[in-house]
Every structure is written in C-alpha cells, then in structure tokens.
C-alpha cells in the first residue's frame, strides 16, 4: 500500500492551525490500522496516533488524527514551537508495513 | 521503564554482511510483541524491514525478503538484524522498534548509523 502525504513542506508560525494529510492507494485492514509520527533531527519517530485517531501515551490533546478507509488526516490544533518537525503517517494492517514520505512543518 | 538499544559496526564495505543487534531491557521479548527493525536513509523516509516474534516466526518486507534474516535471542534479551550483499543504498540509521498486530511501532531503539562505503 503506497501512502502519499500532502503537502510536502508547510511553513506556519506557532499558534497555527495545521491539517496534514495521508492518503492510501488501496483500503487499509480494518479500515484505521493507520498511525501518524513526529521525527525531529537526529532522533527516532515518536508515535502520536495509532488507530487512525487515538493519541499515545503523553500526547498533547492539541493533536488528533481522523479518516478511514484511505483518507487520513492529522490536525494540530494549535503550533507549539516544538511540534515543528517532520511528521509520517503509517499503516500496519497490511504486510508489508509502509510509510508515507513526510510532511515537514517549518517555522514561518 | 523498557527501552530499546542498537548497536553493532557503523561502516562497512560493498558486498559484506550488516548485522546489527537490539537489546530490550526493561522487558522480557518473551512476553509478547513483534520486535522489529525499520531504516531510515540520511534526509529520506522510513522503511520497514521486517520483524519477529519470541516464537521465530518472521515477516520480512519483500523489496528486502532476499538479503534480510531476522533472529532471536531470548537468553539474552536481544533480536538481531542481518543484512547481506550491502551496497551505497543500504546506508541508513537502522532503527529497532516493537509493534504488535493491531498497534504500530509505539517504542524505538535511537537509531545507529550504518554507511556501506569503499
């Protein structure tokens, strides 16, 4: 399953209001076996939803996830300075697991 | 609290062997999850490899199927990733990461760079 991610890059300023998007090429299993990343520089992603729209543990509230079937998104709310970073949707309910190829956030 | 750690050679030369090995600690491998490894070229995306089970059973990524072994070691704790033939495209921070059947990779490894260069 091919996951496009749009827009590539986005540049906002704190206090913004953000929706990325994630697209399947083919219905993912059970509909939202799909989770959504934060990476930033030289560390490891960290998971922020899984199942399409449940926060991880010790996830901020101004993050949630949506969508179904092919079409995701995931909506900050409100930009703190630190969720500029580059963010992966990933689904897992199909073998082989993919990624999408990023959406990095920028400071305006 | 569980925690994930790389570790093996950061270079190495076209045609030779990566391997690398996770250590878990924190939590025995025996008591559940997938335990995997994803990697990650400089300046790209994420690609998962593959991933095991405390049992052995495997599940490797098909564009990776022919080069990867994945194995177990539950006297020590440790899942190891062996990659063969490497060459300029397998240079990567290779993550280790664990996941389940119904939840995604929800803890990581550091990373550890590894750049095949002659």
């Known amino acids: 399953i091919v996951l496009t991610q749009s827009p590539g890059t986005l540049s906002l300023s704190p206090g913004d209001r953000v929706t990325l998007s994630c697209r399947a090429s083919q219905s993912i299993a059970s509909s939202t076996y799909l989770a959504w990343y934060q990476q930033k520089p030289g560390q490891a992603p960290r998971l922020l939803i899984y199942g399409a729209s449940s926060r991880a543990t010790g996830v901020p509230d101004r993050f949630s996830g949506s969508g179904s079937g092919t079409d995701f998104t995931l909506t900050i709310s409100r930009l703190e300075p630190e969720d500029f970073a580059v963010y992966y949707c990933?689904?897992?309910?199909?073998?082989?697991?993919?990624f999408g190829q990023g959406t990095k956030l920028e400071i305006k | 609290q569980v925690q994930l750690q790389e570790s093996g050679p950061g270079l190495l030369k076209p045609s030779e062997t990566l391997s690398l090995t996770c250590t878990v600690s924190g939590y025995s491998i025996t008591s559940g999850y997938f335990w995997g490894w994803v990697r990650q070229p400089p300046g790209k995306g994420l690609e998962w490899i593959g991933n095991i089970y405390h049992n052995g059973n495997t599940h490797y990524n098909p564009s990776l199927k022919s080069r990867v072994t994945i194995s177990v070691d539950t006297s020590k704790n440790q899942f190891s990733l062996k990659l063969s033939s490497v060459t300029a495209a397998d240079t990567a921070v290779y993550y280790c990461?664990?996941?389940?059947?119904?939840?995604?990779?929800?803890?990581w490894g550091q990373g550890t760079l590894v750049t095949v260069s002659s």
């Open positions: 990461a664990r996941n389940t059947y119904s939840t995604p990779f929800d803890l």
């Open positions: 990933q689904q897992y309910g199909n073998s082989p697991y993919t």
